[in-house]
């Protein structure tokens, strides 16, 4: 079985800064693309940045220097640093990975169970 979790949630006032992590644990071969994806209540879920084993990253256009997508491969962890937080970034941000369990397995989607981001004064 393959699990991702995700900490570093909470609630910041505007302008203020946090740091979500994400951590793959289980039986996994290989680790492609991995992502943080937000669903805020009413909306549909939508991608925040992605990123891929080599490094390539790609953001939503509404957090593009603000936020900042990196990984540790070592660690099949994944992590978003968002800067000048605004209050419609609040949402519950999910982790999710494109990722193989087995060599020949077929490469998969995997999904965390989120955490709460508030941006509130």
């Known amino acids: 079985q393959v699990q991702l979790v995700e900490s570093g949630g909470g609630l910041v006032q505007p302008g203020g800064s946090l740091r979500l992590s994400c951590a793959a644990s289980?039986?996994?071969?290989?680790?492609?693309?991995m992502g943080w994806y937000r669903q805020a209540p009413g909306k549909q879920r939508e991608l925040v940045a992605t990123?891929?084993?080599?490094?390539?990253?790609d953001y939503a256009d509404s957090v593009k220097g603000r936020f900042t997508i990196s990984r540790d491969n070592r660690k099949n962890t994944v992590y978003l640093q968002m800067n000048s937080l605004k209050p419609e970034d609040t949402a519950i941000y999910y982790c999710?990975?494109?990722?193989?369990?087995?060599?020949?397995?077929?490469?998969?989607?995997?999904w965390g169970q989120g955490t709460q981001v508030t941006v509130s004064s």
């Open positions: 999710k990975a494109e990722l193989m369990r087995y060599y020949w397995d077929p490469e998969g989607s995997y």
């Open positions: 289980g039986s996994i071969f290989r680790i492609n693309g």
């Open positions: 990123i891929l084993t080599g490094g390539t990253t």
